[in-house]
């Protein structure tokens, strides 16, 4: 079991730009497809990007596409979403998960295939 920690959000300025970190303990998040998804007040969570276990596939929400960036540091046991040009609707909570894959190419961008979550890290962007 994988228990994803979440950091990095806080409060930006439209345009700005912040870099969230999810790092995990576990045996098996090197064996994981990890993603980000966020959520506001009355909202369903909804999938922000993903990265394969090998970090060589990404997939991204249309409405980030262009403006945030994942990878991750395998020796660090560390996915990163970089988040640039931020807007105000990119305001919300930001939870990272893990997913064992059998596959080095999987992604997932769906919440239910995602077992392990972390708490979520505030992001506010003020216009």
């Known amino acids: 079991q994988v228990q994803p920690v979440e950091s990095g959000g806080g409060l930006v300025q439209a345009g700005g730009s912040l870099r969230l970190s999810c790092a995990a303990s576990?045996?098996?998040?090197?064996?994981?497809?990890v993603g980000w998804f966020r959520q506001t007040p009355g909202k369903e969570r909804a999938f922000v990007a993903c990265?394969?276990?090998?970090?060589?596939?990404?997939l991204y929400a249309d409405s980030v596409k262009g403006r945030f960036t994942i990878s991750r540091d395998t020796a660090k046991n560390t996915v990163y979403l970089q988040m640039n040009s931020l807007k105000p609707e990119d305001t919300a909570l930001y939870y990272c998960?893990?997913?064992?894959?059998?596959?080095?190419?999987?992604?997932?961008?769906?919440?239910?295939?995602?077992?392990?979550w972390g708490q979520g890290t505030q992001v506010t962007v003020s216009s």
């Open positions: 576990g045996r098996t998040f090197g064996r994981s497809a």
């Open positions: 998960t893990a997913s064992h894959t059998n596959s080095n190419w999987t992604v997932l961008n769906r919440d239910f295939e995602y077992p392990d």
């Open positions: 990265i394969s276990r090998n970090g060589a596939v990404t």
